[in-house]
């Protein structure tokens, strides 16, 4: 007696299909794995090479390259400081839109370590600062110029990590502002205010 197929005509068919489908989905995992990006061709900081005749990799800015960043008309709008001291002014005129800008800006960067009206009591500092940030309406803070808030910012201070790979000078001077509204804010008399905004908050009070 004849003995039946051990694969039907449909088996014989799905096989080679099953094969295929494996064969596709190792070839998608395995090109995924690879670090192309990772593995190509670079040259390291300041490693020598022998394609540019001076044999250094690293290359001069070509001329008439623009800065991404704002490009200060002033030394101490870079660096905050006039003669190795704290700058007394600021490098560019204090108006509405940059006030708007700082706030903005000490937002996102302060906020979190010295809380939206800069006492030093923020979220991120209640929650695992052994010692508080300082408040920004001290008498020391309120006296300090505003260069030193900048070179803060710039350098670090104490437990605070520098800043100025994150916040552009420009910004920096910007937050500046900002934390000098900040104090004025809760140090401000009504003869500190300008007439026209004094009559207006007068009506508002009626």
């Known amino acids: 007696m004849a003995q039946p197929p051990l694969l039907s ?5 799905l096989l080679p299909t099953c094969g295929l489908l494996v064969m596709i989905c190792i070839s998608i995992l395995t090109t995924a794995c ?11 900081p300041l490693e020598a090479s022998d394609f540019f005749p001076d044999s250094s990799s690293a290359r001069p800015l070509p001329i008439g390259t623009i800065s991404r960043d704002y490009v200060m008309k002033t030394e101490f709008g870079e660096t905050g400081m006039i003669d190795g001291k704290p700058a ?23 906020s979190p370590c ?6 030093g009591n923020g979220m991120a500092a209640r929650r695992g600062f052994r010692r508080m940030p300082a408040s920004f309406h001290s008498d020391e803070m309120r006296m300090s110029p505003p260069g030193h808030f900048f070179d803060v910012m710039t350098n670090g201070f104490g437990s605070m990590p520098p800043y100025a790979s994150q916040i552009a000078a420009r910004d920096r001077w910007a937050i500046t ?7 004025l804010s809760q140090w401000a008399t009504l003869d500190s205010v300008p007439e026209d905004e004094r009559r207006r908050l007068e009506q508002e009070r009626r």
Do not use: K, W
């Not at 005509?9 to 068919?13: A, K, L």
């Open 34 to 44: 690879t670090q192309n990006m990772a593995t190509q061709p670079r040259y390291d």
């Open 114 to 119: 010295h809380d939206y009206v800069g006492t």
């Open 177 to 183: 502002a900002y934390i000098r509204a900040l104090q």
């Open 88 to 110: 007394d002014r600021f490098p560019f005129p204090i108006t509405a839109e940059v006030l708007r800008r700082g706030q903005q800006r000490y937002n996102i960067y302060c």
């Open 9 to 13: 005509e449909e088996g014989s068919t």
